[in-house]
């Protein structure tokens, strides 16, 4: 997870980065919100691990 747009770590900075390592990388940048940006990442996991029902894994003030 990068920083928020604009901060020091934010996607633009680590493109040298993304772009030396090899095979597919994400960069998701921070909204700045623990809830959002924990959603994006149990989203995210759940996505690889095969878990189709991703509210099942979300803390329960987060399930919609």
């Known amino acids: ?3 928020a747009p604009g ?3 934010d996607g633009a900075a ?4 993304t772009t030396a ?4 990388v994400t960069v998701y940048e921070s ?3 623990l809830y959002k940006d ?3 990442s149990e989203r ?10 991703v509210q099942s894994i979300l803390p329960e ?4």
């Open 21 to 24: 390592l090899r095979g597919p």
């Open 44 to 53: 995210w996991m759940a996505e690889r691990c095969g878990i189709a029902d």
């Open 38 to 40: 924990g959603l994006y």
């Open 31 to 33: 909204q700045q919100s």
């Open 7 to 9: 901060s020091l770590l």
């Open 1 to 3: 997870m990068a920083g």
């Open 14 to 17: 680590l493109r040298p980065l």
């Open 61 to 64: 003030h987060w399930r919609e």
